[in-house]
C-alpha cells in the first residue's frame, strides 16, 4: 500500500515533507563502515628449488579454481540512463499562474518565470501582493491555470539560478557553555541580504505593473485557493 495515495496523476495526498516523515528518514540511516582490506597483487615471484632449477618464476597469487560452472552466469546489464531535467508541461509558460499544493505557500497563487537547469520552476508571487518571494518549486506540486500575466520582453537575469539558491554551508559552533547560559532563549537570525532583496524589487516591479494591467489581477492572486467539501480537484476548471 502506497504511503501517498494520488489525488489526481501525479499530485498526492502527502507532500514531500509529510512522507519523509512518515518513513522516519529524518532518523538517518545506518552507516556500517567495513574495515579496509589490503590490496593483494595478482603475482609474486617464487624462489624454485632443485639442482637443475635455483630460478625464479613469477606465479600467480591465487590459483585458480579446478571446477568452473557449466553454465553462463548471467549478469546485470549496464545502465545507459543519463539524469536530465524534467521537460516543462505544455501548460506552463512564462507569465502563466500557477497554484502552490505543498509547502510553506501551499494554497498560493504565484507567477511562473522560468525553468532552471535542475527542472525546477522559478515563480514569485509577486512578494509585494501575496507575500511570496522568488522560490524554486517541483511542477509535480502546481496546478496550472488559463490565468496568464502579459510579461512582454521580460526576463529574469541570468544570476537567478540554482545556485543562488543555495544555503551557505559555514555554520557557528556553540560551546556547552554558551547554550547553559543562554537559558532557552532563540538564537538572532540573519539579516536578509540586501543583493536579494533588490533583485526582489527589480522582479516585482516589472511584474506588479504587468498585473495591474488587468481589473481584478492582483484580487485574484492575492486570494488563497481550496477545496470545499465535495469539490474534487479533477472535476474543476481552472
Not at 574495515?35 to 637443475?52: D, H, L, M, N
Not at 625464479?56 to 590459483?63: A, E, I, L, N, S
Not at 505544455?90 to 505543498?102: C, F, K, N, Q
Not at 532563549?185 to 533583485?199: G, M, N, R, V
Request: net charge positive; hydrophobic share 35%; glycine share 8%.
Amino acid at each position: 500500500m502506497a504511503r501517498s495515495k494520488e489525488l489526481v496523476p501525479g499530485v498526492g495526498r502527502l507532500s514531500r515533507s509529510q512522507v519523509y516523515a512518515a518513513r522516519g528518514l529524518h532518523k538517518g540511516l545506518k552507516k556500517s563502515e567495513k574495515p579496509t582490506v589490503p590490496e593483494v597483487a595478482p603475482t609474486k615471484e617464487v624462489q624454485v628449488g632443485g639442482a637443475k632449477n635455483g630460478e625464479k618464476r613469477t606465479v600467480p597469487t591465487q590459483k585458480a579454481p579446478r571446477f568452473y560452472p557449466a553454465e553462463d552466469v548471467r549478469l546485470p546489464k549496464k545502465s545507459h540512463k543519463h539524469p536530465t531535467s524534467a521537460s516543462l508541461r505544455s501548460s506552463i509558460t512564462p507569465g502563466t499562474v500557477l497554484i502552490l499544493l505543498a509547502g510553506r505557500f501551499r494554497g498560493k497563487r504565484v507567477v511562473f518565470l522560468k525553468q532552471l537547469e535542475s527542472g525546477l520552476l522559478l515563480v514569485t508571487g509577486p512578494y509585494k501582493v501575496n507575500g511570496v518571494p522568488l522560490r524554486r518549486v517541483n511542477q509535480a506540486y502546481v496546478i496550472a491555470t488559463s490565468t496568464k500575466v502579459e510579461l512582454g520582453e521580460f526576463k529574469v537575469e541570468d544570476k537567478i539560478n540554482d545556485a543562488y539558491f543555495a544555503k551557505s554551508g559555514a555554520k557557528g559552533k556553540t560551546s556547552a557553555e554558551e547554550e547553559f547560559f543562554s537559558e532557552g532563549k532563540p538564537k538572532a537570525k540573519e539579516a536578509f541580504p540586501e543583493s536579494k532583496a533588490a533583485d526582489q524589487k527589480s522582479v516585482d516591479s516589472a511584474i506588479v505593473a504587468a498585473v495591474k494591467k488587468t481589473e481584478y489581477l492582483p484580487k485574484y492572486l492575492k486570494a488563497s485557493w481550496g477545496l470545499s467539501k465535495g469539490q474534487f480537484p479533477h472535476q474543476i476548471n481552472f
